[in-house]
């Protein structure tokens, strides 16, 4: 499976700024996708993440209330919303694919992973 996450670019601060992540195909190795993102000199960080179900959803608490995830089955996209941006979400985003499990929350449990989209936030 391979995944293109696209939608970045340089917008200010309280705009905001769709992501997308296309996968080649839906696959039990990637019924959890994720987003995650890395801001310079520090570690990756989750930011959401839901199945292609309707199973389970979770946003991560500092971005909750301004992001939302959601899913287009039918193109097997899934969408990071961003809303009320702030320079301090300035990062690269990246989505990536595991199977359902234990700790979804957690950069290392995701084996498939696609390319970052930068997201700088102009104050």
């Known amino acids: 499976v391979q995944l293109q996450a696209s939608g970045g670019g340089l917008v200010q601060a309280g705009d905001s700024l769709r992501l997308s992540c296309a996968a080649s195909?839906?696959?039990?190795?990637?019924?959890?996708m994720g987003w995650f993102r890395q801001a310079p000199g520090k570690e990756r960080e989750f930011v959401a993440a839901?199945?292609?179900?309707?199973?389970?959803?979770f946003v991560a608490d500092f971005v909750r209330g301004r992001f939302t995830i959601s899913r287009d089955n039918a193109k097997n996209i899934v969408f990071l919303h961003m809303n009320s941006l702030s320079p301090e979400d300035t990062a690269v985003y990246y989505c990536a694919g595991r199977p359902v499990g234990p700790d979804s929350t957690s950069v290392a449990t995701y084996k498939t992973w696609g390319r970052g989209t930068q997201v700088t936030v102009s104050s």
């Open positions: 839901r199945t292609w179900s309707d199973g389970w959803i």
């Open positions: 195909e839906r696959s039990a190795s990637v019924e959890v």
